[in-house]
């Protein structure tokens, strides 16, 4: 896919700037955030193409997929896209010729009629497996055993079919109802030297390559014990808190999403990790219980949505005290927010650390450690 063809869908920002230059735009910007801390340079990839392990498309009625344009819901067609690896391409295409030779139904938003909503395509980098999801309007799918049958003929990789039933008028991608319709549902990958399970409505960093490295930022920033407690809030489905567990005493995970949540516990049980212990609640509520019941606590891993954290998360940090709080962002901005608000409760940070997550868009991920004044 050429590059104005990637312009008109608004996804990389930055594709027309040398990569050595992307990297630098986004220090500056993230100099002009945090004016009197050091922001080191930008960890950025040796080769910043095919990186994403997460790509949803959608179809219109000639049988062509692609992206929708930059704040609208028109389909920008593609055959290839410079974020996406071979095989997420290989299964698009085969999925395509299937729906053009099966005549599938494509929902017309227009007429609100029609069945295939969405493609969604999750990727196990290391292990070589693929989830495919078809977002349709109704439980039946007609012709889907020879259609999985086809698809995993010609892409072996392919190792779940999934149909996601989304009867509402929404821009929300996926419901909550599903219906295996090939392999178990989901796939599993290997990150950090650990196993995780990937199913359609799973957390999981978009960049596995520089995930990895970041991990590894966040835990020789925590200098963890083996005597230590530490608290991971927001921690989706445990990935940063089993990377740090075997180092620890106990790690305590805290997560509001269900689904999240449950692939942690399954994850936990996968590695065989004892030590860890993970909640279905909301961080700030979690972490004000620990404050009002006195809970020690050494360390406290953040890694928030891009609007942030709380001050009333923040205020029980202060009640709590532990002597570091290590904050990833995938939003820099709210994160010196939020530092505003860590500094008015004593805690002091020197560093930034920045990891180019997603190359040649304008989005960064920082990470700063805070230690108790």
């Known amino acids: 896919m050429n590059c104005q063809i990637r312009k008109r869908c608004g996804s990389c920002q930055y594709i027309d700037i040398d990569y050595s230059q992307q990297l630098i735009k986004k220090k500056q910007y993230c100099q002009q955030l945090f004016p009197k801390l050091h922001v080191h340079s930008v960890e950025g990839m040796e080769n910043p193409y095919a990186y994403r392990n997460k790509v949803i498309v959608a179809f219109n009625q000639k049988y062509e997929y692609g992206l929708y344009e930059e704040s609208s819901h028109r389909i920008v067609p ?56 078809l977002v349709g309007t109704d439980t039946l799918f007609k012709g ?34 599903e219906k295996v ?36 930022k966040v835990a020789e920033l ?16 445990g990935t940063i808190g089993m990377s740090i567990a075997k180092n620890v005493k106990q790690v305590i995970g805290v997560e509001r999403n269900r689904d999240a949540y449950k692939d942690a516990l399954n994850n936990a049980k996968m590695n065989h990790i004892d030590n860890i212990s993970f909640y279905n609640e909301d961080a700030t509520a979690f972490i004000q219980k620990l404050a009002q019941s006195s809970q020690h606590i050494d360390s406290i891993i953040m890694d ?31 994160q010196a927010r939020d530092l505003k608000w860590f500094q008015q409760i004593g805690y002091q940070a020197k560093d930034v650390y920045l ?14 450690l805070l230690c108790k004044k």
């Open 78 to 133: 593609m055959q290839k896209c410079l974020l996406h690896d071979e095989q997420t391409h290989q299964v698009l295409s085969k999925i395509q010729s299937l729906f053009k030779r099966y005549h599938m139904s494509i929902y017309d938003e227009q007429k609100k009629r029609g069945f295939l909503k969405h493609v969604l395509i999750r990727r196990a980098v290391e292990t070589n497996q693929t989830l495919v999801v």
């Open 144 to 177: 889907s055993k020879n259609f999985c049958q086809e698809l995993v003929k010609a892409c072996p990789h392919v190792q779940s079919i999934v149909l996601n039933i989304n009867k509402r008028q929404t821009s929300i991608v996926l419901s909550q109802q």
């Open 181 to 216: 319709l090939y392999g178990k549902g989901f796939i599993v990958d290997k990150l950090c030297g650990l196993s995780f399970k990937i199913s359609a409505q799973s957390f999981y960093q978009i960049n596995h390559y520089q995930c990895e490295k970041l991990y590894a």
């Open 222 to 237: 925590l200098k963890a014990q083996e005597n230590q407690i530490v608290l991971d809030t927001y921690c989706g489905i």
């Open 304 to 334: 928030p949505p891009r609007a942030g954290s709380t001050k009333e998360f923040i205020d029980a940090v202060g009640i709590l005290k532990p002597q570091n709080v290590v904050y990833v962002s995938c939003d820099p901005s709210t």
């Open 355 to 368: 990891y180019d997550m997603f190359p040649h868009t304008e989005h960064v991920e920082s990470i700063v």
